[in-house]
């Protein structure tokens, strides 16, 4: 499953789809990348994004998550003469990869990749069979024991609100009676169940478990708090004029950068939680509009586009504002800690 990520979602998700940078451009115009320049990519996928900045001169260190990229990219690392530096780490840690005197640059591209889809043995696509797995990283709690362990009113939450699912009380009870019965192995399994519960209709343009499929990789992976904690992690290590660029795919993706980049211009708290006192000094500055979206020929060419958001905001000279969670509204969901713990304890009582 590809989500066409952006409130929309689109069943040539899953299909064989070469990776190609999204808003390629546009990402470019907002870094401003040049020799002398140090921009730091943390979604460095097929190295799309990390290539066009090194062509233009830029030296670039860039993260992944996972490790298969990590290793597929070795060559482009052999390749570029020491002016790419790739380390496995996930974005929110980025601050910990900061050179002396800080980043000119930071650009985010926040989703899946199609080429962690097109693996069957990932476990992300409902049309490929597979392991019930969605880890980015390829480790901790994935999304089979999610699946098999999470209580029913856990799986509704994480339905309904990372996945938009209407029908997430039924879906949620249908998996607890099957996974009493037999657990969930595969994705063909949690498919199979969800084309049951909730048959495909002719007026529906996405096959019936996409939400499901989405929430799940967004639950297992702790996206949009990874997201949030590393738009801090920018703030803290962009030196002044430094940009940063954030590419958004989903609707709730976008509106925590939207909400970071509307708390940190000075002009309100953001805070349901923290009514606003006094204006404070912004941390970052607007650059050019407020979101950019694909051309009709860009979506046309690429349909990953069509969903995609583009919001960039410049660093000024005011120091770093505290790590504050509570700007973003995040739903209160089952914790992936404590259901780790769970599941290892489960593991260990078995033997």
């Known amino acids: ?19 190609i940078p999204v808003l390629l451009q546009e990402v470019l115009e907002s870094l401003e990348p040049g020799p002398g320049k140090i921009i730091l990519d943390g979604t460095f ?13 830029a030296d670039v260190i860039a993260l992944d998550r996972d490790p298969a990229a990590i290793a597929a990219g070795q060559a482009m690392v052999a390749a570029r003469s020491g002016h790419l530096t790739l380390i496995h780490s996930q974005f929110s840690d980025l601050a910990s990869h900061v050179p002396e005197g800080g980043l000119d640059g930071v650009v985010l591209d926040i989703g899946v990749s199609s080429m962690q889809i097109d693996e069957a043995d990932r476990g992300f696509s409902f049309q490929r069979k597979g392991p019930l797995d969605m880890r980015m990283s390829s480790h901790g709690v994935s999304a089979a024991d999610v699946v098999n362990r ?35 192995v595969t994705t063909r399994d949690l498919a199979g169940l969800i084309e049951v519960v909730t ?48 590419v958004t795919f989903h609707s709730l993706e976008d509106r925590i950068v939207k909400k970071f980049f509307q708390d940190r211009s000075g002009k309100a708290s953001g805070s349901r939680h923290m009514p606003l006192a006094h204006e404070r000094a912004a941390t970052f ?67």
Request: overall charge positive; charged content about 25%; aromatic content about 6%.
């Open 45 to 57: 996928g097929a190295g799309g994004y990390s290539s066009a900045l090194l062509d233009a001169g």
């Open 285 to 351: 500055a607007p650059v050019g509009k407020s979101m950019v979206t694909a051309s009709e020929e860009e979506a046309d060419r690429n349909p990953r586009a069509r969903s995609a958001k583009m919001r960039v905001g410049a660093r000024t000279g005011v120091p770093p504002e505290a790590d504050d969670l509570s700007i973003f509204d995040l739903p209160n969901l089952a914790s992936l800690g404590k259901m780790g713990a769970e599941i290892c304890c489960v593991a260990l009582t078995s033997f």
């Open 150 to 184: 999470a209580k029913v009113s856990d799986l509704t939450r994480i339905f309904g609100f990372l996945g938009e699912e209407p029908q997430s009380g039924r879906i949620a009870r249908a998996i607890e009676k099957r996974r009493l019965e037999e657990p969930f």
């Open 199 to 246: 048959p495909r209709k002719m007026k529906d343009k996405i096959h019936p478990a996409t939400r499901v499929f989405q929430a799940l990789r967004i639950f297992v992976n702790d996206e949009l708090g990874e997201l949030a904690k590393a738009l801090f992690a920018a703030e803290r290590a962009l030196k002044p004029g430094g940009r940063l660029t954030v």
């Open 1 to 19: 499953m590809v989500t066409d990520q952006g409130g929309g979602f689109s069943d040539a998700d899953g299909g064989p789809v070469r990776h």
